[in-house]
Each structure stands twice: as structure tokens, then as C-alpha cells.
């Protein structure tokens, strides 16, 4: 499968070049940059073949897929015109500035019959796959809350257009609160009902929230508490879920790296539960390459996309009301 990159960016240069090459027979066939000299560099620190600034003439060429990770305000054309194309899709979180949008690219490549995916890679781990099996197979018995920390301090190289550039996307909420969103829909198979929240700027954002608080409530009843940051440096991450038998408290699971510790705990005591250590992206580009091929769906549809997103939307819209918000799903 030959791979288009549209966007010189750290996320594929960090891990997703890898995770493709890491297929067999999968290549990287070119990269577009908005700037042809970084995108000439970018192409030869990466050994890729091609480097584009032009869209249409990167998608006329010799090329089946394409992964997505420029700014987040640019997602929606430039997946409309790859669908367009004929091309499958891989793009990354959040899948657009808006819940209709995300829509849109979702709606088009079904009416196009290419794969869509969305790159939420925290369901592709290890030790989220094995929480997952641990709801799953009763050792909670009926999950009654979830609390999620992913307040972290967000590394200088990174400390760009989302700490200053609304436009571009920029904020916590846009950038955390969506793999949050996906992770807690996959633990628990439902979608977030209504939501609070409180975010505030504390000392990176300029013009963007770097700290968020929500409070979600599921349409089972079970609530779920999240923080997100970029300012915190010391706190680690950790997924804890709670329910009727026992709890799951998972720490340094909400992360890119395939690394943490799983505890559960019942009245039988503490247990150690181990998980496998694969690496995340790898597993997401092969399921979506699979799907491409007409064998199961991506780890994260395009749906799982849009739905994250919404949620995301939904803080935003609480935070800054000071309401309590319904989701709104655009219509998936
Ligand atoms: P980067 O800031 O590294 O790249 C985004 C864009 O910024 C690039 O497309 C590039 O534009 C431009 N850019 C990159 N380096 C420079 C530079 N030195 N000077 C000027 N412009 C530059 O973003 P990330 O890789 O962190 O994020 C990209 C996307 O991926 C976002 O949508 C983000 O939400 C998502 N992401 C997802 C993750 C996941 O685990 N799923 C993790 C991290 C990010 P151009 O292409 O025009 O050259």
C-alpha cells in the first residue's frame, strides 16, 4: 500500500512514518508541506521519495492512502479532496473545527466506498485492550464511575499553535479532551449524554484553554470525571474505572508509548494485571490497512471520530456557558 503524508509534522515524523513502514509492503510515497523547503527537508530527514505543496498533484499520483496530521482547521478540506480522489483516509483527532464537518468527511467516503479512520490511538493499547476484556468479562461487576486524569505538561517542541491559535485549532480541549472522549466510549460502549465543565488559562494558553475539568454523564447513569492540561508537570496519568465488584486503577496508560501499570482490586485483594506491550500506532495503521483491503474497520472509525469530537465541542460549549450541555452528534 503507498502512502501520501499531508502535513511535515512531528506526530508523523514521532510515529507514524514508523508504524507504516513497520507493515509489510506498505511504503511512504511523498509528503505535503504548506512550505517547500520544510517539506523538501522533511522528505530527506525521512528518506521519502516526493515532496509536494500542491494537493491536487500529491493525490494525482501513484498512491492508495492518505494520513492526515497537518493543524487541526486544515483536516476537513484536505480529506474532502483525498476522498475525492478516491483515496482511503487515516486522519488524525480532532477530525475537524466542527461536529457537521466531521460529518461531511465521514459521510463522503462512504458515498465514495473508501476506508476512513480516525488515529485516537489510545484504544490500540496494550493495556487499554486489557481493561477493556477486564469490563468486559465481569471482574467489576456493573460499572458505576470513571475517572480520568490526562493533565500533563506539554513538551516545549509542541508548544505552538496549540497554546496560541484558536484558529488553527489550538486548546486542550481540542487536542486531549478528544482521546479522553474515545478512550471512556470504548470502556464503556456507550456514547457521553450531558456534560460540565470548567476550563481555565492558566499560564501556557494564550487566547486557548490549557486546563479543562468535566463531569459526563452516560446514558446508563455512570459518571465519569475528567481533567485534562498542559501546565502540569508532575501529576502522571492514570484511567480509573469503578464498578459493584471491584475497581480498575490503571496509571501512565494515557499516554503514546505502550508502557503503565493495570491494578485490580476486589475483595479478593490487589491484583497485577499484565498487558501486552505492542506498539500502538502500528496496530492502528495495520487495522486500518486491513479495512482498506475489505477485512474488519479501523481501530477508530470515522464515526468514533465525529463522536469524540462532539463530546469535545460539548465541553467547550459548557465551559464557556457554565451550562450543563446534551451532546449533540450531528446526526451518526
Ligand atoms: P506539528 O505542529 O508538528 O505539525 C502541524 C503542522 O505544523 C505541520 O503540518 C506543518 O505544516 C507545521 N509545522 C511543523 N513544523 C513546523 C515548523 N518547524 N515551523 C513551522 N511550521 C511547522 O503538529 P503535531 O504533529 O503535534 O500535530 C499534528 C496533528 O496531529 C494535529 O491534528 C494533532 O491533533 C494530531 N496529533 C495526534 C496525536 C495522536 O496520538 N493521535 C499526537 C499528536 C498530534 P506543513 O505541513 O504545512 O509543513
Not at 4 to 27: D, F, N, P, V, Y
Not at 243 to 261: C, E
Request: hydrophobic share 40%; net charge negative.
Amino acid at each position: 500500500m503507498k502512502w501520501a503524508l499531508i502535513g511535515a509534522s512531528t506526530i508523523a515524523s514521532q510515529h507514524m512514518i514508523g508504524a507504516i513502514r513497520a507493515q509489510e509492503g506498505h511504503s511512504v510515497s511523498s509528503v505535503l508541506s504548506s512550505d517547500s523547503n520544510r517539506g523538501s527537508a522533511y522528505a530527506d530527514a525521512h528518506d521519502i521519495p516526493e515532496a509536494f505543496t500542491d494537493l491536487d498533484a500529491q493525490l494525482s499520483g501513484d498512491i492508495d492512502a492518505v494520513y492526515i496530521s497537518t493543524t487541526n482547521e486544515k483536516h476537513h478540506a484536505q480529506a474532502m479532496a483525498a476522498i475525492a480522489a478516491g483515496k482511503h483516509v487515516l486522519c488524525e483527532k480532532p477530525l475537524a473545527m466542527t461536529v457537521a464537518e466531521a460529518v461531511a468527511m465521514v459521510r463522503a467516503a462512504a458515498e465514495k466506498g473508501v476506508t476512513f479512520g480516525t488515529n485516537h490511538h489510545l484504544r490500540n493499547a496494550g493495556s487499554h485492550l486489557r481493561i477493556r476484556e477486564l469490563i468486559a468479562d465481569g471482574r467489576i461487576g456493573t460499572v458505576q464511575a470513571v475517572r480520568v486524569a490526562h493533565a500533563v505538561y506539554l513538551p516545549p517542541n509542541l508548544q505552538g499553535w496549540r497554546i496560541d491559535n484558536p484558529a488553527a485549532g489550538g486548546g486542550v480541549i481540542p487536542d486531549i479532551v478528544v482521546h479522553d472522549a474515545d478512550t471512556v466510549r470504548f470502556h464503556l460502549q456507550e456514547d457521553p449524554a450531558e456534560v460540565v465543565a470548567i476550563e481555565r488559562s492558566e499560564s501556557l494558553g494564550r487566547g486557548v484553554e490549557d486546563s479543562v475539568m468535566s463531569v459526563w454523564q452516560m446514558p446508563s447513569g455512570v459518571t465519569v470525571q475528567t481533567h485534562e492540561g498542559f501546565t502540569i508537570r508532575h501529576a502522571g496519568t492514570s484511567f480509573e474505572i469503578h464498578g459493584t465488584k471491584g475497581s480498575i486503577v490503571a496509571t501512565g496508560v494515557m499516554t503514546q508509548q505502550p508502557v503503565g501499570d493495570i491494578v485490580l482490586r476486589t475483595e479478593a485483594g490487589e491484583e497485577a494485571v499484565s498487558f501486552s506491550d505492542h506498539n500502538l500506532y502500528a496496530r492502528a495503521v495495520g487495522l486500518f490497512a486491513d479495512a482498506c483491503a475489505g477485512n474488519g474497520s479501523p481501530s477508530a472509525t470515522g464515526i468514533d471520530g465525529v463522536k469524540s469530537l462532539a463530546v469535545a465541542a460539548a465541553v467547550k460549549k459548557a465551559a464557556t456557558t457554565g451550562q450543563k450541555i446534551s451532546v449533540d452528534y450531528g446526526g451518526v
